[in-house]
């Protein structure tokens, strides 16, 4: 098959919803032994059980990653299911937005857990097999660090730090042998993202259909993305043909940054910039 990536094996963290899920479905259609990783084990068991009957192969590790014991633990199961790992996809995670000066420090501790230590987590305790595989590792960050605003703060400051990350690990995969980059989307439909639409058709008063129109304007881009747009890209960077990328933060989102117009989105209403669209666990 065209992008096949057959016999590959690949880890997807916050694989049960959303973009997570959109990964997973692809990797598994392209010939990945897909494991999926989340809390919420119904729900990766219905993404496993799709990827399956479409004749694909995946297993399901439920499990809340911020413990340090956890990463090792998921290391464990991969050695002993699969043997293998050649892509690492880090997507788990989302973070709460508000009011600098009502958010607490809890907020803060819950942003950093799961979307930036257990990520540096399972990339440390992963590496001896990518690096063995030659493999990949993928952050899905986001948009909102490029151009922080007040009310996402706590996000922004989670996404700079991953990208920080990921281009000092991108040092040492050169060394290694193993990929590294990220993938920064914008607004994509997911239920986190209908949810804050759902916000502004109730505080403007307007249908679905021309909020949806007027934000898409607001944040003058071609269009609103779909988890599908985000997997088909995190496919191709993993692939023979997109291995030359590296070390690098690929924006997809319709034309959404440009820092010349971003201070302006710092609204109540058009505070969808930055996938953020990615709930705990998705």
Not at 51 to 73: F, K, N, Q, T
Not at 221 to 226: E, S, W
Request: net charge neutral; with cysteine.
């Amino acid at each position: 098959m065209e992008g096949s990536l057959r016999g590959k094996v690949a880890l997807i963290t916050g694989g049960s919803r959303g973009i997570g899920r959109g990964i997973a479905l692809e990797l598994g259609a392209r010939g990945c032994h897909v494991v999926l990783t989340a809390r919420d084990r119904a729900a990766l068991e219905s993404v496993a059980a799709e990827i399956r009957a479409r004749g694909g192969d995946a297993s399901v590790y439920a499990a809340d990653l911020c413990p340090e014991a956890a990463a090792d633990a998921l290391v464990e199961t991969v050695k002993r299911d699969t043997g293998r790992l050649d892509i690492l996809v880090n997507n788990a995670g989302a973070v709460k937005r508000g009011s600098f000066f009502t958010l607490a420090e809890r907020d803060w501790q819950d942003g950093f857990a799961l979307k930036f230590f257990a990520h540096v987590r399972l990339s440390r305790s992963l590496w001896p097999l990518l690096k063995q595989s030659g493999g990949s590792v993928v952050f899905i960050s986001g948009i909102g660090a490029r151009a922080p605003v007040a009310d996402y703060m706590i996000g922004a400051s989670v996404i700079g730090a991953s990208l920080a990350f990921m281009r000092a690990l991108a040092d040492i995969g050169k060394e290694d042998g193993v990929q590294v980059l990220a993938i920064n989307p914008g607004s994509v439909e997911t239920d986190r993202f209908r949810h804050r639409l759902a916000i502004i058709m109730k505080s403007t008063g307007l249908d679905e259909a021309t909020a949806r129109e007027r934000h898409r304007r607001e944040l003058e881009i071609t269009r609103f993305g779909t988890p599908e747009d985000v997997a088909a890209l995190v496919a191709f960077v993993v692939s023979p043909r997109g291995r030359w990328l590296h070390g690098t933060a690929i924006d997809i989102d319709g034309g959404q940054w440009n820092p010349l117009r971003m201070a302006k989105y710092d609204q109540p209403a058009a505070a969808i910039h930055d996938d953020e669209a990615r709930s705990p666990g998705e």
